[in-house]
């Protein structure tokens, strides 16, 4: 049978669908473009009015501007261009290089050639001038020679010598400055271990890298305790954000790795902890908030809408931000529809922003949503519903699917009308999972699930650090010579928002931070 002979056996259902199915595949293979091509920001840039007619060029100059003679050009090539303006003496002067007294610096002096062969009586030195230079040590890996001296007592002939100070890890030549510098390189700014194995090398010291990853092990499994007070914090909050995000850990087959999930917990204290698991399932969900009452902040994932309806004393509220994005990937088949949803939920975000502006008790904020925001979703949810009835609009259709998700959460969507603590999107939570995504694309995969664990344990560590205005190295260099001394009923002390307050103003330092000062 030719192909004109099967086109005309074809029943007239049997064509729409597959025009249906064409259609949904140009779709798919469009946002696969998008997702590889296209832009990444979420950020909606209005197009101007094409029938506003611009004032420029329309209006004579007047006044100084007029009498200003034009910026001189100069001529590259086929075209003409303005002359870069000169910088500023701000950007010009080297002198204003910025840096806190925190920097370790050296002294230079530079001889004045001028006074070669004079006495000290010809000359006389009545100031100088002073210029800044950023430079840098390739590795920045020091040796510490502790000299401990042999005694010998003539009377007694005994023999003493003073013990080496304590290390941090037990029979390790590592110092503690160099196992916080290993964590907080490897996990804040993705240098993965064979990286800084190799500039190891470069600055001539030899060390393996299993040596280099029993370290990080034993760092994190010494902070443990700490990442368990933390999420013990973090759980006594009145409102928690939860996602997960996927990590390849655990060999799965040969050549294969198993696709676990980190599930990341933020607080409204603002600390964030990074529990592991080997799954996607529910039980997660129930194992690591316990016996959590309050509000939970999620997106669509329907494992949280079933914890939620099983789970008494807590309240779903879903992330607005996810709802959004929905309708933003119909953009390329309804985009008259799709930009009225959006300008419904844009007013939202715009008076949030107005209402993070203004020093409100929790009372006039409840106020304020429910007088400006409580409008918008009620007629927002209204329109939607009225826009699937009355419009002919295909299952399959992108702008369908989006109103149908929009429209089967929407009790969860309408909690932050209750709730004035309850923010309205889970973007706050997502810039903290960049890290990770990060991490996947330089260290790539963790080699076991343990391994994959003290991920979680370090970077919640970190993550809180940064959160609170902590430096992560100071604070990991102070807790990990505290930790084994520190009172197990007070871990809580060490998390890194109460380390702030106890702990910030007079650190522990190193042996290498204590020669330099």
């Known amino acids: 049978m030719t192909l004109a002979e099967h086109a005309a056996a074809l029943s007239q259902a049997e064509i729409v ?105 010809e000359f006389e030195v009545i100031g100088e001038k002073v210029t800044y230079r950023l430079a840098q040590r390739p590795g920045a890996y020091v040796i510490l020679k502790y000299v401990r001296p042999v005694i010998k007592r003539k009377a007694t002939a005994v023999l003493s010598c003073p013990p080496a100070p304590p290390a941090v890890l037990e029979r390790s030549f590592a110092d503690v400055s160099f196992l916080a510098g290993l964590v907080v390189e490897k996990l804040r700014y993705h240098l993965p271990l064979y990286r800084q194995h190799q500039r190891l090398a470069d600055a001539g010291i030899r060390v393996s890298r299993a040596t280099l990853t029993q370290w990080v092990h034993r760092t994190a499994a010494l902070l443990e305790p700490i990442y368990h007070a933390l999420l013990s914090s973090i759980l006594q909050s009145k409102v928690l954000a939860m996602d997960e995000t996927p990590i390849k850990a655990g060999r799965q087959g040969k050549g294969k790795l198993h696709t676990g999930y980190f599930w990341p917990i933020y607080g409204d204290q603002d600390e964030i902890a990074f529990p592991f698991a080997a799954s996607r399932a529910q039980t997660v969900v129930r194992e690591a908030l316990g016996s959590f009452c309050g509000i939970l902040l999620t997106d669509g994932y329907t494992v949280y809408e079933r914890y939620a309806q099983t789970s008494n004393g807590l309240v779903h509220a879903q992330c607005w931000s996810h709802c959004r994005r929905q309708f933003v990937d119909a953009v390329p088949v309804e985009p008259a529809l799709v930009a009225h949803a959006l300008e419904y939920i844009g007013a939202l975000y715009g008076h949030e922003a107005k209402l993070r502006t203004q020093a409100l008790s929790p009372a006039e904020q409840l106020a304020y949503r429910g007088e400006y925001a409580k409008p918008i979703v009620d007629t927002f949810f209204a329109w939607l519903a009225r826009t699937l009835r009355e419009q002919v609009l295909l299952p399959t259709n992108p702008f369908t699917k989006a109103a149908h998700y929009t429209l089967e959460r ?51 560590l970190i993550a809180s650090c940064r959160l609170q205005g902590v430096d992560p190295y100071v604070y990991l260099v102070d807790v990990l010579q505290r930790i084994d001394t520190h009172p197990a009923f007070e871990v809580h002390l060490l998390t890194p928002r109460l380390w702030k307050q106890h702990f910030a103003a007079h650190p522990l330092r190193s042996d290498l931070d204590r020669l330099r000062q």
């Open 17 to 121: 669908a597959l025009l249906e199915q064409n259609a949904d595949l140009k779709r798919q293979v469009e946002w696969f473009k998008r997702q590889l091509f296209g832009q990444k920001s979420e950020r909606r840039l209005l197009s101007p009015d094409s029938q506003q007619l611009s004032f420029i060029g329309l209006l004579p100059p007047t006044g100084a501007a007029a009498d200003t003679p034009p910026a001189p050009t100069e001529t590259v090539r086929a075209y003409q261009r303005r002359v870069r303006s000169e910088p500023t003496v701000e950007a010009a002067d080297e002198q204003e290089l910025r840096f806190d007294a925190s920097v370790p610096g050296e002294v230079i002096a530079v001889p004045n050639r001028e006074v070669v062969g004079l006495s000290e009586a």
């Open 410 to 460: 929407e009790t969860a969507l309408r909690v932050f009308l209750e709730y004035p603590t309850v923010p309205l999107d889970t973007n706050h939570l997502e810039r903290e999972i960049r890290a990770i995504a990060m991490g996947r694309k330089a260290w790539l995969f963790c080699w076991t699930e343990v391994g994959a664990r003290y991920v979680g344990i370090a970077q919640s």
